[in-house]
């Protein structure tokens, strides 16, 4: 290379790279609001991706120009938003493949011209400035680029893109492996760490002197490149002959013509001049051969001209390859088509048609042609051309021999002049097409009624295999392994519910469990309490109406006696002196209120609210507000006689103004003439005379004091500006019944109403409306009805399953039957009272395949709650028809159970479907806003501080957006925005017509209106952006780009190390009263250090104080009985040695406790030194008993992070991740409701509806996880309804062009997933078949079926679902899961019950028939029933291979490590598992190509034959006239299944047998893909078709019993490791249970090692855990 010195870079810069591909995450890259996920595609990585796909061939444009579209429409059709970014100097690379040199430029001018992609071609190199500038302006959330080039020279230039990309902070996701499917785009993302930028940062001399060097040496093998094919003619040369060449054509051709004829006729006569000048070796091809080779040219072109794609497809395969100079000159003419191209922007207004610039070269049709004249057309006769192909032809012959002007080139026939062949003579030239290996197209023949119901219809029209077809036979000749033989493989396997049930029935005679289960509830109870402060209901069951009294008379006689009326009068005594209490301590509280305001008007206007919320009576309400006016009215009075000419203290105009609005509009009824005048006094003297005049048009005011008096503001921009989140909202004033906390809004009751009437709902809500509470209502509602009524809270994640349980528990207490409980919880990981409880939580993190079989299958009303979804209008509509699927069923079922007379079936159906309240309804309930406003702001770093700047949401959006898509719904505006922008939209155009109507004070909403509401300053807001968008369609955009540039805040200013600044920006905020704030970051490991910094912050900043003697009585007092309990302890030891211990856990827990509150030191430490409520901290220690820390301490004492959280939580400071432990969450989030931690570091847990309310959100670090979804949820949290009228969001170290994506985008739109699985297939036929209920059974299949999302009004959709399940139960049965009568046989529990798990169920299935297992789990001796380490090793990489995949990028296995490969790659099956393993996936291999052969027949072909994004149509009208065109377009067998493109490259049907080749030729119309088939190879295949290695994490983790081992060299992270181990953990235990129930002999050997390595592992999981917390305890 230009210096050796860089050579040791090189490789240091590669291994860098392979060493973090490991650690590469593989997860959707584009998630449900992809619009806001700008990112950036190398344009050179994606043609070298493509380049690699195993079904392409060099030389065929077409094909890979569709390869390069459907790799981009995978994008787009999950919304993505991208810029291709080609660099100048990576075009260096290809100068030893000028072929791909060309490929290069056309592909550029593709995308340019047939696209609406912004492609980028001005950027020299990846280390450029204007590269650079272009990274901070964008900030894409990631760059796809390739990981690997065509040469080492190429790979070194990817990966200087890949180091300078995370340098500038930007995260990397290889081209290469992804996948997609209907709503997900997965690929590996290796993000920019600190570590890859210090790198970055460190090396950047090196890295600029060594990319020079690498260019320098690229433009050194340029040259020697271009003189080996021009001699003496260097690039400009080229450039300016290929400029002379088509300035010629284009006054030939001066009208246009199409980019196809332009290169033929251009590049041949270039070529052939070029050839001529530099001819001079005796052993080349001579002029005359060239000749004939650039006739052949030209005819291969005509036939692209004529033949549509459809004919093109069938053409021959010729598998020689040319001559080794024809291929040279083949090169020369690739050289001569770059520098053509790449002169074509300098004609730009030539009328050139570029529309199939992607079929520019067909090398398959060049070589059928060559073949034909060479070896086929010495035979007579000749076979004619066609009249439209031979006028073609000779024409471009003709305008190159006008081109050529050195020498004459001959005329146009006969094309072949010469002898010379420039094919190699080969002994197979033609590929032969052999369609043995493809199976039977038919179906087995089957029938049941869930079949013929849903697919009888279409079984008619499909082939159906006759009873003596080869496969039919081979169907009852299954083998099954003789140690199989006292199984009950076709035993059901018990579900969740008889586990859990059996599980129950145990300890429910169990006193341990039953007192342990009496704490858990307590603690349940206090955990909701501490959550909101609600009292508990108690819950009476009304199943009958309470009767009236029946005593009559004697019940009065009885309320007469003289003992009774003497205790009516005690009692009235009673409450009369309670009352008389009661209105001496309003007096003296009112009287303190009326002090505070005198004393501090802000602290005393906070005690008068905090009355007001607390207060019933609206007379004693109102006698305050007017107590609250006199005090503003007298504070403003004094403070404007004060001040003089400075500025004035509005905030006493708006208190003032606040009581103004509230008496007004609340106690309008209570008002008297006397109020008004004070209140239109209050007006004037604020300077708003209009409005006075308008309340009491008799004031006379005092115009001398005015001035001094006035605000100066117009009184509707006065409330606008100021009083913009305080404006009243637009709120029932009438009290509905059923709820007694607050006023509930229209859509509310709405919804409430929905409960009432048994009806379902889809709400559509914003983060904290108050949504939730229908489900608290919903819950009531049922546990009122009766007590064996059940409600169904299905929770996103497990996390949240706790806190709605312990909400519950606070909520509701009932009196239950025994053997009842009121909740109980169901996740994955724990359960409780599931059996028995009336109110059921189901937690999991699971897809959305889930919640639709879930809306699909259940009979009962539902209420599906979300705040994130585009189209709930598709969503409702769906779920109607469900439902009017359900009341047919229902009714058909009814009728059949009458019509039978089976009374006793009918009234159990009627009971179990709650048949005659059962409403069909699904209602769709909006709340259009949320009910606090969000202020964003950006935080900057200047001279070592953190500064605020005020982020205006208009400020985020383009023209362009507001153009195509207008203001997304949820981008609001608060009134001061509004205000604003109208601001500003009148600083722009200064003679705006509008700008006197939509002025504040002339706008028809809020003209002389005294008091503006919430609902006014929208219609501002809606009018504002309406005016603007009109701008933009009058031609006024120029005007709106300065209106949303003078919007947008400068650039942000950022410091070096903006972690160091972190605590700074924490303080920040508490100075400025904006905690309690959630600060959101997206790495385990980050939570915690933030966390500490912060807390290492305030230990700096703590002043020396003297201990306070309160805090120190406290706590003696606490020493005091301590002493008490030992001196009981030791009088009890003897005695009760139990109760002895159970002392002394509490002397523990107290003695925690003490220290805990010693090092609080609350009343020692000033304000500055904790970040926690000192409020609350005070009522905390001196509260006498049901302490929140004496609770919630113990429970985290013994806890991985438990020390750690306690050590913050003395000042104030928490953290929450999800690798935490659920105790240690709850810790977290009971001490910051409790307000005990007003500052918590989390990650995206807390996203999902956790309940920890604040004042401020803060995103502290980006991540490509940082998506507007997540931005969504998380900024949600902000605004505590009740307690905040605003919330504030904070951007903190984020760029700020993400920030304006993040606001800008909208909300996703809901879209259906491929529904159906193998798996699922199968349980629907076993609940079909075993079902309890037959005909109930099959109506909730068919509802699956039938129902699907996906399929919702799409007809072809549905087609494809009616073959897909047809395929499923066609495998199903060849594999032996079920009979031709759709019953289940073998094994068919295991699979179904493994059915998580698909394709690796159905695989460990397979290996169990077979046998497998036993030969392997063999005792360590005769008799024994343990198994040595080497067999457990070897069941481990099994089950290994099966359910804990994990794959890494192919590249990796390149790396140069300190340790061996085998520590990080997994081993390979033993060689019989893998032999069973091939002949698993062949078998399903056939039948899912028989299946896409049937299913391709009912395709759409005409989009088949048009590109995919660009949508250029290849059709046409086959030509018929040529009989050399019938000669070489002759291939039609075996070309039915799959894309006519793909066949270009000789492509056929039995490609869909080839694991790396299924997804590449697949129909793109069909509807699947080869993801749907249920294959599971040994390796996986990226796009290139390069093996993707599987992770040894699993292995490993067995072996060496070490995380951090694993996190080094496996490179997964600790949080990720544990979740996985757990996981595969729970299927060892799911599979020993399974294999348990199956296996009669419970001294089979595979039961028993199964047995063995489930509590082994579980063993090895719990002891590293245990070690993890004593290492962070120490």
Same mark, same amino acid.
């Given at each position: 290379?230009?210096?050796?010195?860089?050579?040791?870079?090189?490789?240091?810069?590669?291994?860098?790279?392979?060493? !973090?591909?490991?650690?590469? @995450?593989?997860?959707?890259?584009?998630?449900?609001?992809?619009?806001?996920?700008?990112?950036?595609?190398?344009?050179?990585?994606?043609?070298?991706?493509?380049?690699?796909?195993? =079904?392409?061939?060099?030389?065929?444009?077409?094909?890979?120009?569709?390869?390069?579209?459907?790799?981009?429409?995978?994008?787009?059709?999950?919304? @993505?938003?991208?810029?291709?970014?080609?660099?100048?100097?990576?075009?260096?690379?290809?100068?030893?493949?000028?072929?791909?040199?060309?490929?290069?430029?056309?592909?550029?001018?593709?995308?340019?011209?047939?696209?609406?992609?912004?492609?980028?071609?001005?950027?020299?190199?990846?280390?450029?400035?204007?590269?650079? #500038?272009?990274?901070?302006?964008?900030?894409?959330?990631?760059?796809?680029?390739?990981?690997?080039?065509?040469?080492?020279?190429?790979?070194?230039?990817?990966?200087?893109?890949?180091?300078?990309?995370?340098?500038?902070?930007?995260?990397?996701?290889?081209?290469?492996?992804?996948?997609?499917?209907?709503?997900?785009?997965?690929?590996?993302?290796?993000?920019?760490?600190?570590?890859?930028?210090?790198?970055?940062?460190?090396?950047?001399?090196?890295?600029?002197?060594?990319?020079?060097?690498?260019?320098?040496?690229?433009?050194?093998?340029?040259?020697?490149?271009?003189?080996?094919?021009?001699?003496?003619?260097?690039?400009?040369?080229?450039?300016?002959?290929?400029?002379?060449?088509?300035?010629?054509?284009?006054?030939?051709?001066?009208?246009?013509?199409?980019?196809?004829?332009?290169?033929?006729?251009?590049?041949?006569?270039?070529?052939?001049?070029?050839?001529?000048?530099?001819?001079?070796?005796?052993?080349?091809?001579?002029?005359?051969?060239?000749?004939?080779?650039?006739?052949?040219?030209?005819?291969?072109?005509?036939?692209?001209?004529?033949?549509?794609?459809?004919?093109?497809?069938?053409?021959?395969?010729?598998?020689?390859?040319?001559?080794?100079?024809?291929?040279?000159?083949?090169?020369?003419?690739?050289?001569?088509?770059?520098?053509?191209?790449?002169?074509?922007?300098?004609?730009? *207004?030539?009328?050139?048609?570029?529309?199939?610039?992607?079929?520019?070269?067909?090398?398959?049709?060049?070589?059928?042609?060559?073949?034909?004249?060479?070896?086929?057309?010495?035979?007579?006769?000749?076979?004619?051309?066609?009249?439209?192909?031979?006028?073609?032809?000779?024409?471009?012959?003709?305008?190159?021999?006008?081109?050529? %002007?050195?020498?004459?080139?001959?005329?146009?026939?006969?094309?072949?002049?010469?002898?010379?062949?420039?094919?190699?003579?080969?002994?197979?030239?033609?590929?032969?097409?052999?369609?043995?290996?493809?199976?039977?197209?038919?179906?087995?023949?089957?029938?049941?009624?869930?079949?013929?119901?849903?697919?009888?219809?279409?079984?008619?029209?499909?082939?159906?295999?006759?009873?003596?077809?080869?496969?039919?036979?081979?169907?009852?000749?299954?083998?099954?392994?003789?140690?199989?033989?006292?199984?009950?493989?076709?035993?059901?396997?018990?579900?969740?519910?008889?586990?859990?049930?059996?599980?129950?029935?145990?300890?429910?005679?169990?006193?341990?469990?039953?007192?342990?289960?009496?704490?858990?509830?307590?603690?349940?109870?206090?955990?909701?309490?501490?959550?909101?402060?609600?009292?508990?209901?108690?819950?009476?069951?009304?199943?009958?109406?309470?009767?009236?009294?029946?005593?009559?008379? =004697?019940?009065?006689?009885?309320?007469?006696?003289?003992?009774?009326?003497?205790?009516?009068?005690?009692?009235?005594?009673?409450?009369?002196?309670?009352?008389?209490?009661?209105?001496?301590?309003?007096?003296?509280?009112?009287?303190?209120?009326?002090?505070?305001?005198?004393?501090?008007?802000?602290?005393?206007?906070?005690?008068?609210?905090?009355?007001?919320?607390?207060?019933?009576?609206?007379?004693?309400?109102?006698?305050?507000?007017?107590?609250?006016?006199?005090?503003?009215?007298?504070?403003?009075?004094?403070?404007?006689?004060?001040?003089?000419?400075?500025?004035?203290?509005?905030?006493?105009?708006?208190?003032?103004?606040?009581?103004?609005?509230?008496?007004?509009?609340?106690?309008?009824?209570?008002?008297?003439?006397?109020?008004?005048?004070?209140?239109?006094?209050?007006? $004037?003297?604020?300077?708003?005379?209009?409005?006075?005049?308008?309340?009491?048009?008799?004031?006379?005011?005092?115009?001398?004091?005015?001035?001094?008096?006035?605000?100066?503001?117009?009184?509707?921009?006065?409330?606008?500006?100021?009083?913009?989140?305080?404006?009243?909202?637009?709120?029932? $004033?009438?009290?509905?019944?059923?709820?007694?906390?607050?006023?509930?809004?229209?859509?509310?009751?709405?919804?409430?109403?929905?409960?009432?009437?048994?009806?379902?709902?889809?709400?559509?809500?914003?983060?904290?409306?108050?949504?939730?509470?229908?489900?608290?209502?919903?819950?009531?509602?049922?546990?009122?009805?009766?007590?064996?009524?059940?409600?169904?809270?299905?929770?996103?994640?497990?996390?949240?399953?706790?806190?709605?349980?312990?909400?519950?528990?606070?909520?509701?207490? %009932?009196?239950?039957?025994?053997?009842?409980?009121?909740?109980?919880?169901?996740?994955?990981?724990?359960?409780?009272?599931? #059996?028995?409880?009336?109110?059921?939580?189901?937690?999991?993190?699971?897809?959305?395949?889930?919640?639709?079989?879930?809306?699909?299958?259940?009979?009962?009303?539902?209420?599906?709650?979300?705040?994130?979804?585009?189209?709930?209008?598709?969503?409702?509509?769906?779920?109607?028809?469900?439902?009017?699927?359900?009341?047919?069923?229902?009714?058909?079922?009814? !009728?059949?159970?009458?019509?039978?007379?089976?009374?006793?079936?009918?009234?159990?159906?009627?009971?179990?479907?709650?048949?005659?309240?059962?409403?069909?309804?699904?209602?769709?309930?909006?709340?259009?806003?949320?009910?606090?406003?969000?202020?964003?702001?950006?935080?900057?770093?200047?001279?070592?501080?953190?500064?605020?700047?005020?982020?205006?949401?208009?400020?985020?959006?383009?023209?362009?957006?507001?153009?195509?898509?207008?203001?997304?719904?949820?981008?609001?505006?608060?009134? +001061?925005?509004?205000?604003?922008?109208?601001?500003?939209?009148? +600083?722009?155009?200064?003679?705006?017509?509008?700008?006197?109507?939509?002025?504040?004070?002339?706008?028809?909403?809020?003209?002389?209106?005294?008091?503006?509401?919430?609902?006014?300053?929208?219609?501002?807001?809606?009018?504002?952006?309406?005016?603007?968008?009109?701008?933009?369609?009058?031609?006024?955009?120029?005007?709106?780009?300065?209106?949303?540039?003078?919007?947008?805040?400068?650039?942000?200013?950022?410091?070096?190390?903006?972690?160091?600044?972190?605590?700074?920006?924490?303080?920040?905020?508490?100075?400025?009263?904006?905690?309690?704030?959630?600060?959101?970051?997206?790495?385990?490991?980050?939570?915690?250090?933030?966390?500490?910094?912060?807390?290492?912050?305030?230990?700096?900043?703590?002043?020396?104080?003297?201990?306070?003697?309160?805090?120190?009585?406290?706590?003696?007092?606490?020493?005091?009985?301590?002493?008490?309990?030992?001196?009981?302890?030791?009088?009890?030891?003897?005695?009760?040695?139990?109760?002895?211990?159970?002392?002394?856990?509490?002397?523990?827990?107290?003695?925690?406790?003490?220290?805990?509150?010693?090092?609080?030191?609350?009343?020692?430490?000033?304000?500055?030194?904790?970040?926690?409520?000192?409020?609350?901290?005070?009522?905390?220690?001196?509260?006498?008993?049901?302490?929140?820390?004496?609770?919630?301490?113990?429970?985290?004492?013994?806890?991985?992070?438990?020390?750690?959280?306690?050590?913050?939580?003395?000042?104030?400071?928490?953290?929450?991740?999800?690798?935490?432990?659920?105790?240690?969450?709850?810790?977290?989030?009971?001490?910051?409701?409790?307000?005990?931690?007003?500052?918590?570091?989390?990650?995206?847990?807390?996203?999902?509806?956790?309940?920890?309310?604040?004042?401020?959100?803060?995103?502290?670090?980006?991540?490509?996880?940082?998506?507007?979804?997540?931005?969504?949820?998380?900024?949600?949290?902000?605004?505590?309804?009740?307690?905040? #009228?605003?919330?504030?969001?904070?951007?903190?170290?984020?760029?700020?062009?993400?920030?304006?994506?993040?606001?800008?985008?909208?909300?996703?739109?809901?879209?259906?997933?491929?529904?159906?699985?193998?798996?699922?297939?199968?349980?629907?036929?076993?609940?079909?078949?075993? @079902?309890?209920?037959?005909?109930?059974?099959?109506?909730?299949?068919?509802?699956?079926?039938?129902?699907?999302?996906? =399929?919702?009004?799409?007809?072809?959709?549905?087609?494809?679902?009616?073959?897909?399940?047809?395929?499923?139960?066609?495998?199903?049965?060849?594999?032996?899961?079920?009979?031709?009568?759709?019953?289940?046989?073998?094994?068919?529990?295991?699979?179904?019950?493994?059915?998580?798990?698909?394709?690796?169920?159905?695989?460990?299935?397979?290996?169990?028939?077979?046998?497998?297992?036993?030969?392997?789990?063999?005792?360590?001796?005769?008799?024994?029933?343990?198994?040595?380490?080497?067999?457990?090793?070897?069941?481990?990489?099994?089950?290994?291979?099966?359910?804990?995949?994990?794959?890494?990028?192919?590249?990796?296995?390149?790396?140069?490590?300190?340790?061996?490969?085998?520590?990080?790659?997994?081993?390979?099956?033993?060689?019989?598992?893998?032999?069973?393993?091939?002949?698993?996936?062949?078998?399903?291999?056939?039948?899912?190509?028989?299946?896409?052969?049937?299913?391709?027949?009912?395709?759409?072909?005409?989009?088949?034959?048009?590109?995919?994004?660009?949508?250029?149509?290849?059709? @046409?009208?086959?030509?018929?006239?040529?009989?050399?065109?019938?000669?070489?377009?002759?291939? %039609?067998?075996?070309?039915?299944?799959?894309?006519?493109?793909? *066949?270009?490259?000789?492509?056929?049907?039995?490609?869909?047998?080839?694991?790396?080749?299924?997804?590449?030729?697949?129909?793109?119309?069909?509807?699947?893909?080869?993801?749907?088939?249920?294959?599971?190879?040994?390796?996986?295949?990226?796009?290139?078709?390069?093996?993707?290695?599987?992770?040894?994490?699993?292995?490993?983790?067995?072996?060496?019993?070490?995380?951090?081992?694993?996190?080094?060299?496996?490179?997964?992270?600790?949080?990720?490791?544990?979740?996985?181990?757990?996981?595969?953990?729970?299927?060892?235990?799911?599979?020993?249970?399974?294999?348990? !129930?199956?296996?009669?002999?419970?001294?089979?050997?595979?039961?028993?090692?199964?047995? +063995?390595?489930?509590?082994?592992?579980?063993?090895?999981?719990?002891?590293?855990?245990?070690?993890?917390?004593?290492?962070?305890?120490?």
């Amino acid at each position: 290379m230009g210096s050796k010195d860089h050579a040791v870079f090189f490789r240091e810069m590669t291994q860098l790279i392979l060493n !973090e591909m490991p650690k590469a @995450g593989y997860s959707s890259i584009l998630n449900d609001f992809v619009e806001s996920n700008f990112f950036v595609i190398d344009g050179d990585s994606l043609l070298v991706t493509c380049l690699g796909v195993k =079904s392409f061939k060099w030389g065929q444009n077409l094909h890979f120009f569709y390869l390069v579209e459907c790799y981009l429409v995978d994008l787009l059709s999950n919304g @993505g938003q991208f810029t291709i970014v080609f660099f100048k100097d990576a075009e260096y690379a290809y100068f030893d493949f000028p072929e791909l040199l060309s490929l290069r430029t056309a592909l550029i001018l593709h995308l340019q011209h047939n696209t609406n992609i912004d492609v980028q071609t001005e950027f020299s190199g990846c280390l450029s400035q204007d590269w650079k #500038l272009f990274l901070e302006q964008h900030y894409p959330y990631f760059l796809i680029v390739s990981e690997e080039g065509l040469s080492d020279l190429q790979t070194y230039l990817f990966n200087f893109l890949i180091i300078h990309s995370w340098g500038m902070k930007v995260n990397v996701v290889l081209s290469s492996g992804h996948e997609s499917d209907t709503l997900r785009f997965y690929a590996y993302t290796m993000e920019s760490t600190d570590r890859n930028q210090t790198f970055s940062k460190e090396n950047e001399t090196v890295i600029q002197s060594a990319y020079k060097s690498l260019i320098q040496h690229l433009e050194e093998i340029r040259v020697l490149v271009l003189a080996t094919h021009f001699e003496h003619l260097k690039w400009n040369d080229m450039m300016e002959e290929a400029y002379q060449t088509l300035f010629l054509l284009q006054h030939l051709w001066s009208e246009g013509s199409d980019i196809q004829r332009v290169l033929c006729v251009t590049s041949c006569s270039l070529s052939l001049r070029m050839y001529h000048r530099v001819l001079v070796h005796s052993n080349c091809l001579s002029l005359q051969e060239v000749e004939d080779f650039c006739r052949l040219r030209c005819l291969c072109v005509a036939f692209q001209l004529h033949l549509p794609l459809s004919q093109r497809a069938c053409s021959r395969v010729i598998t020689c390859s040319w001559i080794r100079n024809s291929d040279s000159f083949l090169k020369m003419n690739k050289w001569c088509e770059y520098f053509i191209l790449s002169n074509l922007n300098v004609f730009g *207004c030539w009328n050139l048609n570029l529309n199939h610039v992607s079929d520019l070269y067909d090398e398959q049709l060049l070589k059928n042609i060559a073949f034909y004249y060479e070896f086929e057309s010495t035979q007579e006769p000749h076979l004619n051309l066609g009249d439209s192909i031979r006028r073609d032809y000779e024409d471009l012959w003709n305008v190159v021999s006008h081109l050529v %002007k050195e020498f004459n080139v001959g005329k146009s026939f006969p094309l072949r002049t010469t002898r010379r062949h420039f094919l190699r003579q080969e002994k197979s030239v033609i590929q032969e097409i052999s369609l043995e290996k493809m199976p039977s197209v038919g179906f087995i023949p089957m029938t049941s009624a869930v079949i013929d119901e849903f697919v009888g219809d279409m079984m008619k029209d499909l082939p159906i295999l006759k009873s003596d077809d080869p496969v039919v036979p081979s169907l009852f000749k299954q083998k099954t392994s003789d140690e199989l033989l006292h199984w009950h493989a076709q035993r059901l396997l018990s579900d969740d519910y008889d586990r859990i049930k059996c599980h129950v029935d145990e300890q429910s005679r169990d006193p341990h469990v039953l007192d342990f289960l009496k704490k858990i509830q307590d603690y349940q109870q206090f955990y909701g309490k501490s959550l909101e402060s609600i009292s508990t209901k108690v819950i009476v069951t009304q199943t009958t109406r309470p009767k009236e009294d029946s005593s009559g008379a =004697s019940g009065e006689i009885l309320q007469n006696t003289k003992p009774h009326q003497i205790t009516k009068k005690s009692k009235k005594k009673s409450f009369l002196k309670e009352d008389q209490n009661k209105a001496q301590q309003n007096d003296d509280l009112l009287f303190s209120i009326e002090e505070e305001m005198k004393n501090n008007l802000h602290s005393g206007i906070r005690k008068l609210e905090d009355y007001l919320t607390s207060c019933a009576s609206n007379s004693v309400k109102f006698g305050v507000e007017m107590l609250g006016l006199i005090a503003c009215f007298k504070a403003w009075k004094k403070h404007c006689r004060g001040e003089g000419k400075i500025s004035k203290d509005l905030s006493i105009a708006v208190q003032m103004m606040k009581r103004i609005h509230s008496l007004l509009e609340r106690y309008p009824e209570i008002l008297e003439a006397e109020h008004h005048q004070y209140i239109a006094k209050c007006l $004037k003297y604020l300077g708003f005379n209009d409005l006075a005049n308008s309340l009491d048009p008799t004031l006379i005011g005092d115009d001398k004091n005015k001035k001094k008096y006035s605000i100066d503001i117009g009184p509707a921009r006065f409330q606008l500006q100021y009083m913009g989140h305080y404006l009243i909202r637009d709120e029932r $004033k009438d009290r509905d019944p059923r709820v007694q906390d607050f006023i509930p809004n229209a859509w509310q009751q709405e919804l409430l109403d929905v409960v009432d009437k048994n009806e379902s709902a889809v709400i559509v809500a914003p983060t904290s409306s108050g949504k939730t509470y229908a489900s608290y209502y919903c819950m009531e509602k049922v546990l009122r009805e009766s007590d064996v009524g059940v409600v169904v809270y299905v929770a996103p994640a497990k996390s949240l399953v706790g806190q709605v349980a312990a909400t519950v528990e606070n909520r509701f207490t %009932k009196t239950l039957p025994a053997g009842r409980t009121l909740c109980g919880a169901f996740t994955r990981d724990y359960c409780h009272n599931v #059996l028995n409880c009336q109110v059921h939580y189901l937690g999991r993190e699971v897809g959305a395949k889930f919640w639709e079989l879930l809306l699909v299958i259940i009979r009962c009303p539902f209420l599906v709650l979300s705040a994130t979804i585009n189209n709930p209008n598709l969503l409702t509509k769906w779920l109607q028809s469900v439902k009017q699927y359900w009341k047919q069923a229902d009714k058909i079922m009814e !009728e059949k159970c009458i019509s039978e007379k089976q009374a006793d079936k009918c009234l159990n159906f009627l009971q179990d479907h709650s048949y005659k309240n059962q409403s069909y309804e699904v209602r769709l309930v909006l709340c259009g806003e949320r009910y606090n406003d969000l202020e964003k702001h950006i935080c900057s770093v200047k001279h070592d501080d953190v500064y605020f700047d005020h982020f205006h949401p208009c400020a985020a959006l383009t023209t362009d957006i507001i153009e195509k898509y207008g203001f997304p719904p949820d981008l609001t505006l608060t009134p +001061q925005e509004s205000i604003q922008l109208y601001d500003t939209m009148a +600083q722009v155009w200064e003679t705006w017509p509008r700008a006197q109507e939509l002025c504040p004070e002339e706008f028809i909403l809020f003209k002389n209106k005294i008091v503006i509401k919430k609902l006014d300053a929208r219609k501002y807001e809606e009018n504002l952006k309406a005016e603007l968008t009109n701008w933009i369609k009058n031609g006024q955009v120029k005007k709106v780009k300065r209106v949303l540039k003078n919007l947008s805040p400068d650039s942000l200013s950022s410091s070096k190390d903006m972690v160091k600044m972190f605590p700074l920006l924490v303080e920040k905020l508490r100075q400025m009263d904006k905690l309690p704030a959630i600060f959101f970051l997206f790495k385990n490991d980050d939570v915690g250090k933030r966390a500490g910094s912060v807390c290492t912050f305030l230990e700096k900043t703590e002043t020396k104080s003297h201990p306070h003697t309160e805090c120190h009585s406290y706590v003696f007092a606490i020493d005091e009985v301590l002493e008490k309990v030992r001196k009981t302890q030791k009088r009890i030891t003897k005695k009760n040695p139990k109760k002895a211990e159970k002392l002394e856990r509490k002397k523990v827990y107290r003695a925690e406790y003490i220290n805990f509150l010693e090092n609080l030191k609350i009343l020692e430490i000033s304000e500055d030194c904790t970040y926690a409520d000192v409020k609350a901290l005070h009522t905390e220690i001196t509260r006498n008993k049901d302490s929140t820390l004496e609770r919630v301490l113990p429970r985290v004492r013994f806890t991985r992070h438990g020390k750690e959280l306690k050590a913050l939580a003395q000042r104030g400071i928490g953290y929450h991740h999800s690798s935490m432990y659920f105790k240690e969450k709850e810790f977290v989030e009971i001490l910051f409701v409790k307000g005990l931690i007003r500052v918590v570091t989390a990650t995206e847990t807390l996203a999902l509806g956790i309940h920890m309310p604040c004042k401020s959100v803060v995103f502290a670090q980006d991540s490509v996880y940082l998506d507007a979804l997540n931005y969504r949820q998380m900024s949600g949290r902000a605004g505590r309804r009740g307690q905040d #009228l605003l919330g504030n969001v904070y951007f903190f170290d984020i760029p700020l062009p993400k920030i304006k994506r993040l606001l800008a985008s909208s909300v996703p739109e809901l879209r259906g997933q491929f529904p159906l699985s193998i798996t699922l297939v199968l349980r629907l036929m076993l609940l079909a078949s075993k @079902g309890d209920d037959p005909e109930d059974a099959k109506a909730k299949v068919l509802s699956v079926l039938k129902h699907s999302l996906l =399929s919702f009004k799409r007809r072809r959709a549905m087609e494809t679902l009616k073959l897909y399940f047809l395929f499923s139960l066609q495998l199903l049965i060849k594999e032996d899961y079920l009979n031709k009568k759709g019953n289940p046989k073998k094994f068919a529990g295991l699979a179904s019950y493994l059915h998580g798990h698909e394709p690796s169920n159905l695989v460990f299935v397979n290996f169990l028939k077979r046998g497998l297992f036993h030969n392997l789990c063999k005792p360590a001796w005769k008799g024994s029933q343990q198994f040595s380490q080497d067999v457990m090793e070897k069941l481990v990489l099994v089950l290994a291979n099966l359910f804990g995949r994990k794959y890494i990028p192919a590249k990796f296995q390149n790396a140069n490590l300190s340790f061996s490969q085998s520590k990080v790659i997994l081993a390979e099956l033993p060689e019989d598992f893998k032999a069973a393993l091939y002949e698993y996936n062949l078998a399903v291999m056939k039948d899912f190509a028989s299946f896409l052969l049937i299913a391709s027949k009912s395709v759409n072909m005409k989009k088949e034959h048009q590109l995919p994004l660009s949508r250029i149509k290849f059709t @046409g009208k086959e030509c018929e006239d040529s009989q050399l065109v019938s000669h070489l377009m002759s291939c %039609k067998k075996g070309r039915v299944a799959i894309s006519p493109f793909v *066949c270009l490259s000789g492509n056929t049907d039995n490609d869909l047998l080839r694991p790396e080749t299924i997804n590449q030729v697949i129909l793109r119309t069909v509807g699947v893909s080869g993801t749907q088939a249920p294959l599971l190879w040994p390796w996986k295949l990226d796009n290139r078709g390069r093996r993707m290695p599987l992770n040894a994490y699993v292995l490993n983790f067995y072996k060496h019993n070490c995380l951090t081992r694993l996190d080094q060299k496996n490179g997964m992270r600790m949080g990720q490791l544990l979740k996985c181990l757990k996981d595969f953990a729970f299927n060892i235990q799911a599979i020993s249970d399974s294999l348990s !129930e199956l296996c009669e002999n419970k001294r089979d050997n595979v039961v028993l090692a199964f047995k +063995q390595l489930s509590q082994t592992f579980y063993e090895k999981l719990q002891e590293m855990q245990i070690q993890m917390s004593q290492n962070h305890l120490e």
